[in-house]
């Protein structure tokens, strides 16, 4: 089967870098997506990695390394309206998607 | 462009009544996917429908839980017998297409409550 770990929370202040690590087990998959959940509402998409490295966009990236079964999340200049669930999940051949356990991120003043 | 849509945002049932839950995707969009959601944990893949079609089901329980997505109207997820295992927070995405590199759009879920 297929299982992916999360820190379960993560705390961070105003302005900092914070970076959500995501480790999986899989006998294969196509990418690593990442969302973002506000008090159980509609998960958001943040970003996708399909090939080993780093995606950019804004003040998120993300990284996969498929050698180290690892991925992360990488967020700057934090906002307090960054404080919410995120989730990485695997894809599949259907496109279903994996997820993970989640990391609740809160952002201090 | 409206996101995708899903009624009724919130259901309380009694064991053993039946829980209908409704998903109209974005526009443009053919596939659609169910995933269900626990209190503090993370969402899980039910079934995944095209058109008409169940794609894959591989998530759905055996029994009770039946999908469909007619050629005309939206997805629905039909729960039988509802049990107070099944209160949780069901979601639904959609896609443009079926592969890795279609991002899901999810809608703002059905949270389910069964006395």
């Known amino acids: 089967g297929q299982s992916l770990e999360q820190p379960s929370e993560v705390t961070a202040v105003e302005g900092a870098i914070v970076q959500i690590n995501c480790t999986y087990q899989?006998?294969?998959?196509?990418?690593l997506s990442w969302y973002q959940q506000h008090d159980g509402g509609a998960p958001t998409f943040l970003s996708y990695n399909a090939l080993d490295g780093l995606e950019e966009t804004g003040r998120f990236s993300s990284f996969l390394s498929r050698s180290d079964s690892y991925g992360y999340l990488l967020l700057q200049e934090l906002q307090m309206k960054d404080s919410a669930s995120y989730f990485c999940?695997?894809?599949?051949?259907?496109?279903?998607?994996?997820f993970g356990t989640g990391t609740l991120l809160a952002v201090q003043p | 462009n409206a996101g995708v849509m899903q009624n009724p945002r919130h259901l309380v049932r009694r064991r053993g009544q039946e829980a209908r839950l409704r998903c109209s995707p974005m526009k443009g969009h053919s596939h659609v996917y169910w995933y269900r959601q626990l209190p503090e944990e993370g969402l899980k893949f039910m079934v995944y429908?095209?058109?008409?079609?169940?794609?894959?089901e591989s998530g759905m329980p055996k029994e009770r839980f039946s999908a469909e997505f007619p050629k005309e109207g939206p997805s629905i997820l039909r729960i039988q017998q509802v049990v107070r295992g099944d209160s949780a927070a069901y979601f639904c995405?959609?896609?443009?297409?079926?592969?890795?590199?279609?991002?899901?759009?999810f809608g703002p879920g059905t949270r389910l409550t069964v006395l």
């Open positions: 995405a959609s896609s443009p297409g079926p592969k890795s590199t279609d991002t899901q759009y």
């Open positions: 999940a695997l894809g599949g051949a259907t496109n279903k998607l994996i």
């Open positions: 429908l095209q058109k008409e079609n169940i794609i894959d």
């Open positions: 899989t006998s294969g998959f196509y990418g």
